[in-house]
């Protein structure tokens, strides 16, 4: 067999190879009845093939490893543009200016701080105490930036209080790690719920963000967690309870910064002689 001829049934089966490969990436219906159709052309040209010489299936072997590297990386991309999708679609971010981003590392301190670091920083706008989410609710908040990347403190970590509303009442409480005496009771992950308010949990209350000034560090109404079981009262001035939160910060990937916006217009604020004036935040 002459070069030309090897050459161009190499030719022919580096299309077939990624020809597969995209339908195998798309997900197509058709992909059984291409790999049939391919047999039937690829099984006479690897006969012929037989006899090539050890050059020209070096070649097509790298040649087939890079286009399943190719492939990899766009499955890749695939299912980071899909996790953003997600992020994108949540009502979180409804009313909010965002940076989506990606963790690119974790680290955990010496007194049990946890953080993890996101691929975007002040250059793209975010800010210290900026409220970070993923799809699912609550991450944590931003706690420093350098111009490329950001380090966030993430839910549950030592320290870590978040002021929450609980139910369909809104019962302002805190959530936070277990304490010393929590962890034998509380499943590990989950968090510690106290009331501020008078009030009685029921296990399946959602917990949402409180909210901050200018919501730093927490944006009002974001999706904490979910009540998995009461205390009981045993004579204690405040109820508490145990939460699951609604996020894995261990499985964490893309991301929401919420953008911190000031208010810009001053409130209305109705005086006693029933005149309005503008008031500063």
């Known amino acids: 067999m002459d070069d030309r001829t090897r050459r ?83 009502g979180t971010l409804a009313g909010h200016t965002f940076v989506p981003g990606r963790v690119v590392g974790t680290a955990l301190g010496p007194l049990g701080g946890r953080s993890v670091t996101l691929d975007v920083g002040s250059r793209d706008g975010v800010v210290p105490d900026s409220t970070v989410v993923a799809a699912e609710g609550l991450v944590g908040r931003v706690v420093s930036v350098s111009p490329w990347t950001s380090d966030v403190q993430v839910l549950g970590s030592t320290g870590s209080v978040v002021g929450v509303r609980v139910g369909p009442a809104g019962t302002f409480a805190t959530l936070a790690p277990p304490g010393t005496a929590d962890h034998e009771v509380r499943p590990g992950g989950s968090l510690t719920l106290t009331f501020v308010q008078p009030g009685t949990p029921v296990v399946g209350d959602v917990v949402r963000t409180l909210g901050s000034i200018d919501e730093r560090p927490y944006a009002a109404g974001v999706v904490v967690g979910t009540v998995t079981d009461v205390d009981p009262e045993g004579g204690r001035m405040t109820r508490t309870a145990t939460v699951r939160p609604t996020v894995d910060v261990d499985a964490v990937d893309v991301v929401a910064v919420l953008v911190p916006q000031a208010r810009t217009t001053p409130r209305q604020v109705q005086t006693a002689a029933g005149a309005t004036t503008g008031a500063g935040r």
């Open 8 to 90: 161009r049934l190499l030719g022919l089966l580096v299309a077939v190879t990624l020809g597969l490969l995209v339908a195998d990436l798309a997900g197509s219906g058709a992909t059984d009845a291409v790999r049939r159709a391919a047999a039937v052309v690829v099984g006479p040209v690897q006969r012929v093939l037989a006899g090539a010489s050890p050059g020209d299936l070096a070649r097509l072997e790298a040649e087939n490893t890079r286009l399943r590297a190719v492939v990899a990386d766009q499955k890749r991309a695939l299912d980071d543009t899909t996790r953003l999708r997600s992020v994108l679609g949540s």
